[in-house]
């Protein structure tokens, strides 16, 4: 069965760095678009980025560009974050999700069909 | 930036149909599909593709989409219906989520 764990949360202090992984198993990882979301506490999903299948193409919220940076090595089924610069606003659980993108009648439809269960990053002094 | 606009809450009885929408421009023209998240899990995607159900998601879950407003109907809603529900679409180059609507069952 498909599954997603993050790691790599924790507390840090703002202006620092950390970078979160995701493995992926139950599925061909190398074949899919893979996103980070995140939840700060008690508020709505923000999307983070995504990276392409393959890794030739990567975009970022522009909450995020330039400071974070999304990439994937598909040897072994792993998709990171770098997060540098972290500020006290970017406290939130961070997920890793599986994407499906498919062009319907002309028009791309774009969904996230798995989720994992979150890493919870704590940006503070 | 694109943006897509739910209103933060809504209340239904049990057995009663919710309705839950998602504003954007031309919203229409897009794919809009939607997530159901409860308190302390991850969220689960009930619609996709404006109204088709993923293999799971029990038939009381039905989406529309048109002009400039998608919505999530729930027919015959349950107790364990009540979650926040979040629309979601992409934009050229970024997916963009709604704000976010609590439904209470009461």
């Known amino acids: 069965q498909v599954q997603l764990v993050e790691s790599g949360g924790g507390v840090v202090q703002p202006g620092r760095s950390l970078r979160l992984s995701c493995a992926a198993s139950?599925?061909?990882?190398?074949?899919?678009?893979m996103h980070w979301v995140r939840q700060a506490p008690g508020k709505g999903l923000e999307w983070v980025a995504v990276i392409w299948y393959d890794g030739s193409n990567k975009y970022y919220a522009d909450s995020v560009k330039g400071r974070f940076t999304i990439s994937r090595d598909n040897s072994k089924n792993t998709l990171y974050l770098q997060m540098n610069s972290l500020r006290a606003e970017d406290t939130a659980v961070y997920y890793c999700?599986?994407?499906?993108?498919?062009?319907?009648?002309?028009?791309?439809?774009?969904?996230?069909?798995?989720w994992g269960q979150g890493t919870l990053v704590t940006v503070s002094s | 930036s694109y943006e897509l606009t739910q209103p933060p809450s809504v209340s239904v009885s049990p057995g009663q149909t919710a309705s839950i929408t998602c504003s954007g421009d031309k919203l229409g023209d897009k794919y809009a599909c939607w997530y159901q998240q409860k308190p302390g899990q991850s969220p689960v995607l009930v619609i996709y593709?404006?109204?088709k159900r993923p293999s799971g998601i029990p038939e009381r879950f039905s989406g529309s989409n048109s002009g400039n407003t998608a919505t999530l109907t729930i027919s015959g809603t349950q107790a364990m219906d009540e979650a926040d529900y979040y629309c979601?679409?992409?934009?050229?180059?970024?997916?963009?989520f709604g704000g976010g609507t609590k439904l209470t069952v009461l």
């Open positions: 139950g599925f061909t990882f190398s074949s899919y678009g």
């Open positions: 593709q404006d109204s």
């Open positions: 999700a599986r994407d499906i993108r498919l062009m319907v009648r002309g028009v791309i439809t774009y969904y996230f069909d798995y």
């Open positions: 979601q679409a992409w934009d050229s180059t970024h997916v963009v």
